[in-house]
Protein backbone atom coordinates (compact mmCIF):
# COMPACT_ATOMS: atom_id res chain seq x y z
CA UNK A 1 0.00 0.00 0.00
CA UNK A 2 0.98 3.55 -0.82
CA UNK A 3 1.69 6.46 1.91
CA UNK A 4 -1.83 7.84 1.27
CA UNK A 5 -3.67 4.75 2.64
CA UNK A 6 -1.08 4.76 5.39
CA UNK A 7 -1.66 8.80 6.01
CA UNK A 8 -5.43 8.03 5.99
CA UNK A 9 -4.92 5.14 9.17
CA UNK A 10 -2.47 7.41 11.45
CA UNK A 11 -5.54 10.26 10.55
CA UNK A 12 -8.24 7.96 11.94
CA UNK A 13 -5.85 6.05 15.23
CA UNK A 14 -5.58 10.21 15.98
CA UNK A 15 -9.02 10.21 16.78
CA UNK A 16 -8.90 6.75 19.04
CA UNK A 17 -9.08 8.26 22.28
CA UNK A 18 -12.13 6.28 24.24
CA UNK A 19 -12.32 2.44 24.30
CA UNK A 20 -15.17 1.96 21.64
CA UNK A 21 -15.89 -1.32 20.31
CA UNK A 22 -17.00 -0.12 16.86
CA UNK A 23 -14.21 2.12 16.47
CA UNK A 24 -11.67 -0.58 17.20
CA UNK A 25 -13.54 -2.68 15.26
CA UNK A 26 -13.66 -0.83 12.47
CA UNK A 27 -9.52 -0.28 12.75
CA UNK A 28 -9.11 -3.67 13.10
CA UNK A 29 -10.94 -4.35 9.67
CA UNK A 30 -9.29 -1.46 8.23
CA UNK A 31 -5.24 -3.04 9.04
CA UNK A 32 -6.33 -6.04 7.49
CA UNK A 33 -7.41 -4.28 4.27
CA UNK A 34 -4.17 -2.13 4.42
CA UNK A 35 -1.71 -5.09 4.83
CA UNK A 36 -3.63 -7.32 2.84
CA UNK A 37 -1.26 -10.41 3.44
CA UNK A 38 1.60 -8.11 3.23
CA UNK A 39 4.58 -8.35 5.39
CA UNK A 40 5.89 -5.13 4.85
CA UNK A 41 2.58 -3.10 5.08
CA UNK A 42 1.97 -5.35 7.93
CA UNK A 43 5.06 -3.95 9.32
CA UNK A 44 4.09 -0.16 9.16
CA UNK A 45 0.43 -0.52 10.15
CA UNK A 46 1.85 -2.12 13.52
CA UNK A 47 4.37 0.68 14.02
CA UNK A 48 1.80 3.46 13.34
CA UNK A 49 -0.24 1.59 16.10
CA UNK A 50 3.21 1.45 18.19
CA UNK A 51 3.55 5.14 17.27
CA UNK A 52 -0.13 6.37 18.54
CA UNK A 53 0.42 4.42 21.58
CA UNK A 54 3.70 5.78 22.67
CA UNK A 55 2.63 9.67 21.78
CA UNK A 56 -1.12 9.06 23.30
CA UNK A 57 -1.85 10.16 26.84
CA UNK A 58 -1.25 8.37 29.91
CA UNK A 59 -5.00 7.46 30.14
CA UNK A 60 -5.73 6.55 26.55
CA UNK A 61 -2.77 4.27 26.02
CA UNK A 62 -5.07 1.09 26.88
CA UNK A 63 -6.93 1.82 24.48
CA UNK A 64 -4.78 1.63 21.46
CA UNK A 65 -3.44 -2.07 23.13
CA UNK A 66 -6.83 -2.77 23.06
CA UNK A 67 -6.65 -2.18 18.88
CA UNK A 68 -3.54 -3.50 18.82
CA UNK A 69 -5.26 -7.09 20.63
CA UNK A 70 -8.21 -6.88 18.42
CA UNK A 71 -5.56 -7.27 15.22
CA UNK A 72 -3.28 -9.61 16.61
CA UNK A 73 -6.74 -11.81 17.49
CA UNK A 74 -9.01 -11.30 14.78
CA UNK A 75 -6.44 -10.07 11.65
CA UNK A 76 -3.37 -12.39 12.86
CA UNK A 77 -1.04 -13.20 10.33
CA UNK A 78 2.08 -11.29 10.00
CA UNK A 79 0.72 -8.54 12.45
CA UNK A 80 1.48 -10.79 15.40
CA UNK A 81 5.28 -11.34 14.90
CA UNK A 82 5.27 -7.64 13.89
CA UNK A 83 3.73 -6.86 17.75
CA UNK A 84 5.93 -9.23 19.09
CA UNK A 85 9.25 -7.24 18.30
CA UNK A 86 8.66 -4.34 20.62
CA UNK A 87 5.99 -5.58 22.85
CA UNK A 88 8.03 -5.90 25.71
CA UNK A 89 9.30 -2.05 26.03
CA UNK A 90 5.80 -0.76 24.23
CA UNK A 91 4.01 -2.93 26.84
CA UNK A 92 6.45 -2.25 29.71
CA UNK A 93 6.91 1.85 28.82
CA UNK A 94 3.18 2.39 29.37
CA UNK A 95 3.21 0.04 32.10
CA UNK A 96 5.02 2.45 34.39
CA UNK A 97 2.78 5.42 33.42
CA UNK A 98 -0.50 4.39 34.59
CA UNK A 99 -2.37 4.22 37.97
CA UNK A 100 -3.19 0.87 39.94
CA UNK A 101 -6.45 0.77 38.18
CA UNK A 102 -5.37 0.39 34.68
CA UNK A 103 -2.53 -2.00 35.60
CA UNK A 104 -4.52 -4.58 36.47
CA UNK A 105 -6.34 -4.09 33.04
CA UNK A 106 -3.24 -4.51 31.48
CA UNK A 107 -2.30 -7.10 33.40
CA UNK A 108 -5.87 -8.99 32.72
CA UNK A 109 -5.05 -8.25 28.87
CA UNK A 110 -1.31 -9.84 28.98
CA UNK A 111 -3.39 -12.83 30.27
CA UNK A 112 -5.49 -13.43 26.83
CA UNK A 113 -2.30 -13.32 25.06
CA UNK A 114 -0.84 -17.17 26.21
CA UNK A 115 -1.59 -18.30 22.83
CA UNK A 116 -1.17 -15.70 20.51
CA UNK A 117 2.57 -14.37 21.07
CA UNK A 118 5.67 -16.57 21.41
CA UNK A 119 6.57 -16.97 25.15
CA UNK A 120 10.36 -15.62 24.90
CA UNK A 121 8.09 -11.84 24.27
CA UNK A 122 5.67 -13.20 26.83
CA UNK A 123 8.70 -13.64 29.33
CA UNK A 124 10.35 -10.81 28.56
CA UNK A 125 7.39 -8.76 29.42
CA UNK A 126 6.45 -10.28 32.81
CA UNK A 127 9.87 -10.37 33.79
CA UNK A 128 10.15 -6.66 33.91
CA UNK A 129 6.85 -6.11 35.80
CA UNK A 130 6.64 -5.59 39.47
CA UNK A 131 6.91 -8.89 41.53
CA UNK A 132 3.69 -10.47 42.13
CA UNK A 133 1.98 -8.51 39.49
CA UNK A 134 1.50 -11.17 36.49
CA UNK A 135 0.32 -13.35 39.13
CA UNK A 136 -3.17 -11.99 38.62
CA UNK A 137 -3.84 -11.70 35.19
CA UNK A 138 -6.98 -13.68 33.86
CA UNK A 139 -9.00 -13.98 30.70
CA UNK A 140 -11.23 -11.05 31.59
CA UNK A 141 -11.14 -7.59 30.00
CA UNK A 142 -12.69 -4.24 29.08
CA UNK A 143 -12.62 -5.35 25.52
CA UNK A 144 -12.12 -8.84 25.46
CA UNK A 145 -14.11 -11.64 24.56
CA UNK A 146 -12.89 -13.53 21.57
CA UNK A 147 -13.03 -12.87 17.64
CA UNK A 148 -15.12 -10.31 16.20
CA UNK A 149 -18.12 -11.11 14.64
CA UNK A 150 -17.64 -10.96 10.50
CA UNK A 151 -19.15 -7.75 9.66
CA UNK A 152 -21.37 -6.85 6.79
CA UNK A 153 -19.48 -7.64 3.26
CA UNK A 154 -16.16 -8.01 4.98
CA UNK A 155 -16.18 -11.71 4.74
CA UNK A 156 -14.87 -13.44 1.32
CA UNK A 157 -11.94 -11.21 0.55
CA UNK A 158 -13.28 -8.00 -0.18
CA UNK A 159 -10.99 -5.13 -1.71
CA UNK A 160 -11.98 -1.95 -0.72
CA UNK A 161 -9.92 0.92 -1.85
CA UNK A 162 -7.95 1.37 1.60
CA UNK A 163 -7.73 5.60 1.35
CA UNK A 164 -11.29 5.49 1.09
CA UNK A 165 -12.10 3.58 3.58
CA UNK A 166 -9.74 5.88 5.48
CA UNK A 167 -11.27 8.94 4.81
CA UNK A 168 -14.43 7.12 6.14
CA UNK A 169 -13.51 5.89 9.31
CA UNK A 170 -12.03 9.22 10.01
CA UNK A 171 -14.68 11.00 9.46
CA UNK A 172 -16.70 7.80 11.21
CA UNK A 173 -14.81 8.61 14.48
CA UNK A 174 -14.92 12.12 14.46
CA UNK A 175 -18.66 12.25 14.41
CA UNK A 176 -19.27 9.61 17.34
CA UNK A 177 -17.97 6.24 16.34
CA UNK A 178 -21.03 5.32 13.59
CA UNK A 179 -19.19 2.36 12.14
CA UNK A 180 -22.66 1.83 9.71
CA UNK A 181 -21.43 4.12 6.64
CA UNK A 182 -18.15 2.40 7.30
CA UNK A 183 -19.88 -1.19 6.63
CA UNK A 184 -22.32 -0.46 4.08
CA UNK A 185 -19.03 0.92 1.99
CA UNK A 186 -17.61 -2.42 2.32
CA UNK A 187 -20.74 -4.12 1.60
CA UNK A 188 -20.82 -2.08 -1.87
CA UNK A 189 -17.28 -2.78 -2.14
CA UNK A 190 -18.06 -6.50 -2.65
CA UNK A 191 -21.36 -6.35 -4.45
CA UNK A 192 -19.42 -4.25 -6.87
CA UNK A 193 -16.60 -6.92 -7.18
CA UNK A 194 -19.09 -9.97 -7.60
CA UNK A 195 -20.55 -7.87 -10.43
CA UNK A 196 -17.15 -7.64 -11.98
CA UNK A 197 -16.24 -4.09 -11.39
CA UNK A 198 -12.69 -3.31 -10.62
CA UNK A 199 -11.40 -4.71 -7.63
CA UNK A 200 -10.46 -0.84 -6.48
CA UNK A 201 -14.32 0.37 -6.81
CA UNK A 202 -15.97 1.59 -4.39
CA UNK A 203 -19.55 3.76 -3.44
CA UNK A 204 -19.61 6.84 -2.84
CA UNK A 205 -18.46 8.24 0.85
CA UNK A 206 -21.63 9.18 2.79
CA UNK A 207 -20.88 12.89 4.66
CA UNK A 208 -19.69 12.56 8.46
CA UNK A 209 -22.42 12.20 10.74
CA UNK A 210 -24.22 15.26 11.22
CA UNK A 211 -23.84 16.20 15.40
CA UNK A 212 -27.23 16.16 17.09
CA UNK A 213 -29.37 18.88 17.05
CA UNK A 214 -29.54 21.24 20.40
CA UNK A 215 -33.39 20.62 21.99
CA UNK A 216 -36.06 23.73 20.78
CA UNK A 217 -35.97 26.33 23.66
CA UNK A 218 -38.52 26.08 25.77
CA UNK A 219 -42.32 28.09 25.28
CA UNK A 220 -42.54 31.80 27.06
CA UNK A 221 -45.59 32.20 28.55
CA UNK A 222 -48.30 34.72 27.68
CA UNK A 223 -47.96 38.41 29.16
CA UNK A 224 -50.19 39.71 31.57
CA UNK A 225 -52.29 37.98 34.35
CA UNK A 226 -56.06 36.83 34.63
CA UNK A 227 -59.14 38.37 35.65
Not at 144 to 162: E, F, I, K, R, Y
Request: aromatic share 4%.
Amino acid sequence: MGDEEMAEYALALRELKVNSKPVITSLTMLAGEIAGGDEAAAATVAGLVERHIRAAAPKTKLTGFYLLDSIVKNVKGHFVQCFARNLPDLFLGAFATQDEATKKSMVRLLGTWTNVFPQTTLGAIKRGLPPGASQSSSSSGAFLGGALPPPPGAAGGVHMNAAAAGSLLASMVQGGGDVSALLKSIAAAKAAQRAGSPAEAAAPLPPPPAPPRAPPPPATPPAGGGG
